[in-house]
């Protein structure tokens, strides 16, 4: 069956530091891969998504950035972190492009002091 | 693009009753309605889906009804339980037929459901 993993679970970190999310799925090949965003109280939010190895579309103008270095690894970066970055930031994976349901992982919870 | 506007934001039952939550969606393009259920700490977890196709979709406590004419959405629960308490969210997207929401999901901004035992 098909796994997806997110680490850390937690992160605290100043302003101004950089970031690296990690996001692995096993059990599938070739998958679609989502990084999103969810604020305290709200919905989720699409920041990147990618359709095969260094293929990445950004959904919004943001401070943060995405790479797919591996089939199955997605990373979401960042060279300085801003207060506005704090959140809930999950992956997601689907088998192919358009293809649904997505299923997504446990999420990191990012706090910038 | 997509816009998903769900109701209500918040929602209280007795256990045993039964839940409603209601979505509308504004690209007719939009052809795939699924539901979410996210626990505290935790990512969303498919519930439910519903494609174009049908009216209307139902498994055990759950079902879905879909209204294309009038692009709205709904989830209902029935006999709800206190392990039903959780942040359920609707989404929206095409999958067949391109557009610009083809493969995105846009997501509801979320209901935090509370079933008192």
């Known amino acids: 069956s098909q796994t997806i993993h997110q680490w850390p679970a937690t992160l605290v970190q100043p302003v101004g530091s950089p970031l690296s999310l990690e996001c692995t799925v096993e059990?599938?090949?070739?998958?679609?891969l989502y990084w999103y965003r969810q604020a305290a109280g709200r919905g989720l939010q699409l920041l990147f998504y990618?359709?095969?190895?260094?293929?990445i579309s950004s959904e919004v103008p943001q401070n943060l950035s995405a790479s797919r270095p591996q089939d199955r690894q997605f990373i979401l970066s960042s060279k300085k972190l801003l207060l506005s970055d704090s959140g809930f930031y999950l992956c997601a994976w689907s088998t192919g492009v358009g293809e649904q349901p997505q299923h997504f992982g446990d999420g990191t919870r990012l706090s910038i002091l | 693009g997509e816009n998903v506007e769900q109701h209500p934001s918040t929602l209280s039952v007795q256990e045993g009753d039964s839940a409603v939550i209601k979505c509308t969606y504004s690209d007719s393009a939009s052809n795939y309605f699924p539901w979410y259920k996210q626990e505290l700490g935790k990512g969303p977890q498919l519930i439910i889906d519903?494609?174009?196709?049908?009216g209307e979709k139902k498994d055990q406590r759950i079902a879905v009804t879909l209204n294309k004419t009038a692009k709205h959405f709904s989830l209902h629960i029935t006999e709800t339980q206190p392990e039903d308490s959780a942040v359920y969210f609707c989404a929206a997207t095409a999958i067949f037929g391109g557009g610009t929401s083809y493969g995105k999901l846009t997501f509801g901004q979320g209901t935090i459901l509370t079933v008192h035992p």
């Open positions: 519903i494609r174009s196709n049908v």
């Open positions: 990618s359709v095969g190895i260094g293929q």
């Open positions: 059990g599938t090949s070739n998958p679609n």
